[in-house]
């Protein structure tokens, strides 16, 4: 199965509120029952029993709702531990409904700004987190991208992604369709698949940004898991 570079709609300037709203409602939905969430926790987990934190902070890029971030956050609470996170959105609706989402939780800060050059200083955080963001690019953006995180990140980059596979793709469109008429989650969910990578194809552009020591592992279903320890 060839990658797609097919535009999704999410990626186009202002899409309708209604539409956006109810995708990012459908997103929350799939992060559920999907395993977007655990993927995203995976190595963040091992990573702070490691260096055995009391307290991290954390910069989740392109957080849309911030459901990943409010996971985080209940779980942080659940193991003991003091975490500071940011969600970062540049579309300002997603940022809405994030700040809107979160209100309660003192552990996260919804910032309006973009991911591709994200506004803090170099080593602002112990963990910056790209969950489901970096299929969206070229592979030197990601490339590119990767390198700026990794300067704002004091011990690891932390990505959650999809895996490119045919199965992937008409099983999320097949399942999409069975709860959802939003058009928006109908075209994106399977092209975001057709617009991954395989395991092979992620691994060799980690190496390629040559940050530092890499870790890919496979998460069912059809995700990536990478650790990238900022050296």
Same mark, same amino acid.
């Given at each position: 199965?060839?990658?797609?570079?097919?535009?999704?709609?999410?990626?186009?300037?202002?899409?309708?509120?209604?539409?956006?709203?109810?995708?990012?409602?459908?997103?929350?939905?799939?992060?559920?029952?999907?395993?977007?969430?655990?993927?995203?926790?995976?190595?963040?987990?091992?990573?702070?029993?490691?260096?055995?934190?009391?307290?991290?902070?954390?910069?989740?890029?392109?957080?849309?709702?911030?459901?990943?971030?409010?996971?985080?956050?209940?779980?942080?609470?659940?193991?003991?531990?003091?975490?500071?996170?940011?969600?970062?959105?540049?579309?300002?609706?997603? $940022?809405?409904?994030?700040? /809107?989402?979160? %209100? #309660?939780?003192?552990?996260?800060?919804?910032? @309006? =700004?973009?991911?591709?050059?994200?506004?803090?200083?170099?080593?602002?955080?112990?963990?910056?987190?790209?969950?489901?963001?970096?299929?969206?690019?070229?592979?030197?953006?990601?490339?590119?991208?990767?390198?700026?995180?990794?300067?704002?990140?004091?011990? $690891?980059?932390?990505?959650? /992604?999809?895996? %490119? #596979?045919?199965?992937?793709?008409?099983?999320? @469109? =097949?399942?999409?369709?069975?709860?959802?008429?939003?058009?928006?989650?109908?075209?994106?969910?399977?092209?975001?698949?057709?617009?991954?990578?395989?395991?092979?194809?992620?691994?060799?552009?980690?190496?390629?940004?040559?940050?530092?020591?890499?870790?890919?592992?496979?998460?069912?279903?059809?995700?990536?898991?990478?650790?990238?320890?900022?050296?």
């Amino acid at each position: 199965m060839k990658r797609s570079l097919e535009k999704e709609l999410m990626d186009y300037p202002s899409p309708p509120r209604e539409l956006l709203e109810g995708e990012l409602k459908n997103l929350r939905i799939l992060n559920r029952y999907l395993g977007g969430y655990r993927c995203a926790v995976r190595d963040l987990g091992r990573l702070i029993e490691q260096h055995r934190l009391p307290e991290f902070s954390l910069l989740d890029v392109g957080a849309g709702s911030a459901d990943i971030a409010s996971g985080i956050a209940g779980w942080a609470r659940s193991k003991g531990l003091r975490a500071k996170i940011i969600a970062l959105d540049i579309d300002p609706v997603a $940022a809405m409904v994030a700040a /809107d989402r979160v %209100r #309660h939780l003192r552990e996260i800060t919804v910032v @309006r =700004g973009d991911g591709t050059a994200p506004p803090f200083a170099p080593a602002s955080f112990d963990f910056v987190l790209a969950s489901q963001f970096l299929h969206h690019y070229s592979e030197e953006k990601i490339v590119e991208l990767i390198k700026i995180w990794s300067t704002l990140a004091r011990r $690891a980059v932390i990505v959650s /992604d999809l895996l %490119r #596979h045919p199965l992937a793709f008409h099983g999320i @469109r =097949g399942l999409t369709h069975l709860f959802t008429r939003n058009i928006m989650t109908l075209t994106d969910a399977p092209l975001s698949v057709a617009r991954a990578f395989t395991l092979a194809e992620w691994r060799a552009l980690f190496r390629q940004a040559a940050i530092g020591t890499v870790e890919l592992t496979p998460v069912f279903p059809f995700r990536v898991a990478v650790r990238l320890d900022v050296r």
